[in-house]
């Protein structure tokens, strides 16, 4: 997800600078936009080098002849169809009053009259400023539009005087901003250790047994669980795509090290999710040099670690939830690896399919817990959805103890 982060002109500008981070914490993109009073407060460069994006600091940029670049002049379409939500902090009372008429004078609000997406401001301003009735009028005209405020709180303000004005704290804005997306924050406060990826199992410096796994399932479980409030420690095999920033990230190859790096973090996670593809066996006497072609060959291999039996044998309090990816038979299969090896919750997909499971970016699953012997189905769809799906049901299983039924 992408948001716009309008910075305008007060004192409380500085503050962005933490939001910005914030939000890159929680997984999301940031693009900030600046008005020519907040720029006397904050340079540019601090928030292009938070967000790694673009700062947009007026409706026309110059170029080499310092003439108007034309294509700039629509840029504001371009963001306001990009961006997933518009967040003003800090809001003054002229923006506000901006925002409330339709005035469209610069970048920032002819942003706000461009996006469809939510819109949240979080107003800071001497308490005088605040109290007027203008602004409490411009105020009233924002709410019924859908604008979601967050109330500013008091305390000494920077004019000297004491009272309404002050900035929300950044973690009261940033609740808002997540709600606007749609994130809860149900899982503030827990840690998730996550596997993902294939592993790489050596037969020669230059040859390795391994999988179609892309690692894509774990990314967006990685990403979902920080969007909702979690810390993710994500223990990887190689995959080529980019894990979220957000994320504690361990890098694997084998098999074993995957296991050595999900037992040592194990005491730090309150959840696990192993969606992790593991090679099952391995050369039992891997060459320590290229083996040349001479024509037909067999390889002596040995099974690998059972990396989520053993999680799930340590598991105490703590949910553990598998990923399994069968050819034939699924849900009985499924139901198997559940209760055989004691995990909470088990996911499931059919991988013979075209078009989901390994090497895409669409899933089809089926959900199976230990406290029911309903299936839940999740149709194909991004492994996005797949992940909210999951860690909607893992919510639950956390929030509603199991009972005694068994699968």
């Not at 900030?32 to 600091?57: D, H, N, W």
């Not at 539009?145 to 950044?170: D, F, H, Q, W």
């Not at 503030?188 to 040859?207: M, Y």
């Not at 040995?302 to 939830?321: F, W």
């Amino acid at each position: 997800m992408k948001i716009g982060l309008g910075v305008t002109g007060g004192i409380a500008a500085y503050k962005a600078a933490e939001i910005v981070r914030l939000l890159q914490d929680r997984g999301i993109r940031v693009q900030v936009i600046m008005t020519e009073a907040a720029q006397e407060f904050v340079r540019p460069l601090t928030f292009a080098a938070l967000s790694g994006e673009k700062v947009v600091t007026g409706m026309f940029s110059r170029g080499e002849e310092h003439e108007p670049n034309i294509s700039s002049a629509i840029e504001h379409i371009a963001v306001a169809q990009s961006i997933d939500a518009l967040v003003v902090a800090p809001a003054t009372a002229d923006v506000l009053a901006h925002f409330a008429q339709g005035i469209a004078n610069d970048f920032l609000t002819a942003l706000y009259l461009a996006t469809t997406a939510p819109v949240v401001v979080a107003p800071a301003m001497n308490v005088n400023m605040w109290n007027h009735a203008a602004t409490r009028a411009n105020l009233e005209i924002l709410r019924k539009r859908g604008v979601k405020i967050v109330e500013p709180g008091s305390g000494y303000l920077a004019c000297g005087m004491t009272g309404a004005g002050r900035l929300a704290e950044n973690e009261a804005i940033i609740a808002a901003t997540l709600e606007a997306l749609g994130a809860s924050q149900d899982l503030s406060g827990e840690t998730v250790l996550l596997t993902a990826g294939p592993t790489r199992e050596k037969i020669d410096p230059v040859r390795y047994l391994s999988n179609r796994s892309s690692g894509r399932m774990g990314y967006a479980l990685a990403e979902a669980a920080l969007r909702r409030g979690a810390r993710v420690l994500l223990v990887t095999g190689p995959t080529a795509i980019k894990p979220p920033s957000a994320a504690e990230v361990t890098q694997v190859e084998s098999a074993e090290a995957m296991r050595n790096a999900a037992l040592e973090l194990l005491p730090e996670s309150t959840i696990v999710i192993m969606t992790a593809a593991v090679a099952d066996y391995r050369a039992k006497n891997p060459g320590s040099q290229k083996i040349k072609r001479k024509g037909p060959m067999s390889l002596d291999l040995e099974p690998t670690a059972d990396i989520l039996k053993e999680i799930a044998s340590r598991k105490g309090s703590r949910l553990v939830v598998g990923f399994a990816a069968e050819t034939s038979n699924a849900l009985e299969n499924a139901r198997q690896k559940l209760t055989g090896k004691n995990l909470d919750m088990i996911v499931v997909n059919d991988v013979s399919r075209e078009g989901v499971g390994f090497d895409s970016d669409r899933n089809a699953v089926t959900i199976l817990t230990c406290d029911s012997l309903e299936t839940i189905d999740v149709p194909e769809t991004g492994k996005w959805d797949v992940a909210q799906r999951v860690l909607d049901q893992i919510v639950r299983l956390r929030d509603h103890p199991k009972s005694a039924v068994k699968i």
